[in-house]
């Protein structure tokens, strides 16, 4: 990863070493900082943080991938792009701007389903 520019935003996404499905997308000053986070599993998100613990008893982690960089004051809506983008492909999102903008869903423990699968 090249040195992080303040003025530029990394879009990347997080992809499920055992299925290559795409899980998360998100946005970033420092890449190499959040990759490390994401690794260690500091998420505010229950999902998120389940999948890397059930990842991390496998002994994997999350593929972290960036897929845009852009003027940082542009990056909320690469994101949004990008999720929506992933949605369209059919990824399941553990976003949950995504997930909640996509789909109709029911929690069913700690994973997101599909309704209508």
């Known amino acids: 990863m ?7 935003s990394y879009i990347y996404k997080l992809i499920d070493p055992r299925d290559d499905s795409i899980k998360y997308v998100g946005a970033t000053v420092n890449p190499k900082r959040r990759k490390g986070q994401h690794n260690r599993g500091e998420f505010s998100s229950k999902l998120i943080r389940t999948w890397v613990s059930e990842l991390k008893q496998l002994n994997l982690k999350p593929i972290f991938s960036i897929i845009d ?15 929506d983008y992933y949605l369209m ?29």
């Open 69 to 83: 960089v852009c003027p940082i004051e542009q990056s909320s809506n690469h994101e949004k792009y990008w999720i």
């Open 89 to 117: 492909q059919g990824y399941l999102l553990l976003n949950w701007d995504g997930v909640r903008r996509k789909y109709n869903h029911q929690r069913s423990g700690n994973l997101i389903k599909n309704i209508d699968s």
């Open 2 to 8: 090249k040195p992080t520019n303040k003025t530029e």
